[in-house]
């Protein structure tokens, strides 16, 4: 089975500054994706960044970058210049190659609030 | 990316009584999701609806509860069947064939509270 784990449900940081968030994994797949959401107040779900467990580069979206460290199986969201329409929930999920594994399975978040 | 849309985007209900979502997709998918989320709490997969056979649900729901159907290839319904306030939670459809590298995309989501 997979799980998501996102140890900090809050956190806080100042305008212009980067913020990274922390997400570790556990899985016996060789085969896996992760994927980063952010949920805004209204209660959408947007997606982010992606990163294939195959993949050599860390992934990049704009200010959005994914820190991926295989062996520690932890793929952290680092956001650079933060900005105050960032401040919303942010969640990382994984999806396996088959059976159950096929869904995405999602961490608890992390509640992101930018100060001014 | 494809573009899903739900109705309603919220609604207020009293209990016992039983409220369907509609989630239409702008194109045609192979598998669509239904997610709760509860106030506070991370998503979970209510079932997974693939056109022409009936939806798989996950542990902890049931058909009676959440009927869904999916007549065709771009849209789905949820059923919320006689509610209770447990029931008050964001639910949310989503799109995608289920790969491992494919990103899946959510509508934005129906707001429920139940009286």
């Known amino acids: 089975a997979q799980k998501i784990t996102q140890t900090q449900p809050g956190m806080f940081v100042q305008e212009k500054e980067a913020v990274t968030l922390d997400c570790t994994y556990d899985?016996?797949?060789?085969?896996?994706?992760l994927f980063w959401y952010k949920q805004p107040s209204s209660g959408e779900m947007i997606f982010l960044i992606y990163?294939?467990?195959?993949?050599?580069q860390n992934a990049t979206e704009g200010r959005y970058s994914l820190n991926f460290q295989k062996a520690r199986k932890s793929a952290n969201l680092v956001i650079s210049a933060s900005q105050l329409g960032d401040s919303a929930m942010y969640f990382c999920a994984m999806r396996g190659p088959s059976g159950s594994a096929r869904q995405l399975t999602f961490g608890s978040g992390t509640q992101l609030t930018v100060l001014p | 990316s494809a573009v899903i849309s739900q109705k309603p985007s919220r609604d207020i209900c009293q209990r016992g009584t039983s409220l369907t979502i509609q989630c239409q997709v702008d194109?045609?998918?192979?598998?669509m999701f239904w997610y709760r989320q509860q106030p506070g709490q991370s998503l979970t997969l209510i079932a997974t609806?693939?056109?022409?056979?009936?939806?798989?649900?996950e542990s902890g729901f049931v058909i009676d509860k959440f009927p869904i159907s999916r007549p065709n290839l771009t849209f789905s319904t949820l059923t919320v069947s006689n509610m209770s306030p447990e029931d008050s939670s964001i639910y949310l459809c989503s799109v995608g064939t289920g790969r491992v590298q494919e990103t899946q995309y959510f509508g934005p989501g129906t707001r429920l509270l139940v009286l």
């Open positions: 609806a693939n056109q022409g056979s009936e939806a798989t649900y």
């Open positions: 990163q294939g467990s195959y993949d050599e």
């Open positions: 899985t016996s797949d060789q085969s896996y994706g």
């Open positions: 194109s045609q998918v192979t598998m």
